[in-house]
């Protein structure tokens, strides 16, 4: 069962799943990095304060070499004695000490990426699982360990082999020399050493780094099934997604056609559009769109129009551009402003009577509070006035009461 759960897993880690796993604390890890680090940082700090480590150093041996005849041991001089030792081994050991924190704490941050892991310090009950133990101690990633460990061994040996070779050619062994050039072999010794050291390890650290990030993304790959289910958990499930849409448009209709018999004009297509204007002097600095729609919607405000007499204007350009730029609930588009002057001044001079009634409407019906945004007032092209319709000459009537568009 579980390799057939392995085999059906052969898509790719998502992007939410690796960012889990990272908070879990479950990425690739390497201690040969922190170790590398480390000594690397320990090395830099050494060669920084190796001058003034051994003047120290030098300066406390010839104090107490050469008061040893004359030094006094006594609860007076001792502790003072011993506090001057402190301080100078502190001086050299501090600093090499804060390069090996600095070493561990960026080795940490680089297989991290320097992201916060508290998942890491939480107690886990698998961790005292007998049986799981005894798989991780005979699994593949424990032979491989063993084999990084066994490199790394083989790697020290050959590294203290060559060393040794190359150090006792030094003419310290085989020629007299003075007492301070003891201190420039112990020098260069200890950075050939070390210099050696990090190299073979940093090698050993970068393969096993790379089996470690291998071995990691093939355990956290999905199945096909897994890549669904989190698509539907972190985007929602698309069939309620397009219910929700479905009825926030539902809502939305029936609030525009609410306020379709409030409206001062409908401008169509006349089959494929309909738009409902409003503007009411004194409270609208422009007509405002109340309800607009295509193709069945319009057809919809059309007959409700008709249904309370509400004008109707044919102009196609005027109602495509209406349909396209105008915003519910917001003043049509600067474009249109000229256009619909026109249309409404047409509709006000042949329509008196309806606004009459319209008045007593909107005061029934409550009309809707002025909108957010506001444009300059829209004037009639030929009269500059914004209350009185322009004389743009008297449009034909068709049949079922709606206006044609104005010649």
């Not at 889990?20 to 480390?38: C, N, S």
């Not at 009825?247 to 494929?272: E, G, I, S, Y």
Request: aromatic share 6%; hydrophobic share 45%; with cysteine.
């Amino acid at each position: 069962m579980a390799d057939d759960d392995k085999e059906s897993k052969t898509e790719a880690p998502s992007a939410k799943r690796l960012q889990d796993a990272m908070d879990k604390g479950q990425f690739p890890r390497a201690p040969e990095i922190t170790l590398v680090l480390m000594l690397a940082a320990a090395l830099g700090a050494f060669s920084l304060t190796i001058n003034t480590a051994t003047r120290d150093i030098t300066g406390l041996a010839t104090h107490i070499f050469s008061s040893l005849g004359s030094i006094r041991l006594d609860l007076d001089t001792t502790p003072t004695q011993i506090y001057e030792s402190i301080i100078v081994v502190a001086k050299v050991a501090l600093p090499i000490l804060g390069a090996c924190l600095l070493g561990v704490l960026l080795a940490g941050g680089i297989q991290s990426g320097f992201n916060l892991t508290p998942g890491v310090l939480g107690f886990k009950m698998e961790n005292l699982d007998i049986s799981q133990g005894l798989q991780r101690l005979w699994s593949k990633s424990t032979l491989v360990h063993a084999g990084v460990d066994l490199l790394k061994t083989i790697a020290i040996a050959l590294i203290l082999w060559t060393a040794a070779r190359s150090l006792v050619q030094d003419p310290l062994f085989s020629a007299p020399v003075e007492a301070s050039y003891l201190g420039v072999y112990l020098d260069r010794a200890t950075m050939a050493f070390l210099g050696r050291l990090i190299f073979a390890l940093g090698v050993i650290a970068s393969i096993s780094y790379w089996y470690e990030f291998l071995k990691s993304r093939s355990d956290m790959k999905m199945s096909r099934q897994e890549l669904k289910d989190e698509h539907k958990q972190t985007e929602g499930d698309g069939l309620v997604k397009g219910a929700m849409r479905r009825m926030a448009r539902r809502l939305m209709q029936k609030q525009m056609l609410a306020q379709v018999p409030t409206a001062d004009v409908v401008v169509t297509n006349p089959t494929h559009y309909a738009v409902a204007l409003r503007y009411e002097r004194g409270k609208d600095q422009a007509p405002i769109v109340l309800a607009k729609g295509e193709n069945q919607f319009a057809r919809r405000i059309k007959a409700l129009a008709a249904e309370h007499g509400v004008p109707m204007v044919e102009n196609r350009p005027v109602a495509r551009m209406l349909y396209a730029l105008g915003r519910v609930d917001e003043p049509i588009p600067g474009e249109l402003y000229q256009a619909v002057a026109e249309i409404l001044a047409v509709v006000y001079r042949s329509h008196r009577y309806y606004f009459y009634q319209l008045k007593a409407r909107r005061a029934a019906m409550g009309s809707k509070p002025k909108s957010k945004r506001q444009g300059p007032a829209v004037r009639s092209p030929k009269s500059g006035l914004s209350s009185q319709p322009s004389d743009l000459g008297t449009p034909d009537r068709t049949s079922n009461g709606t206006l044609s568009e104005a010649a």
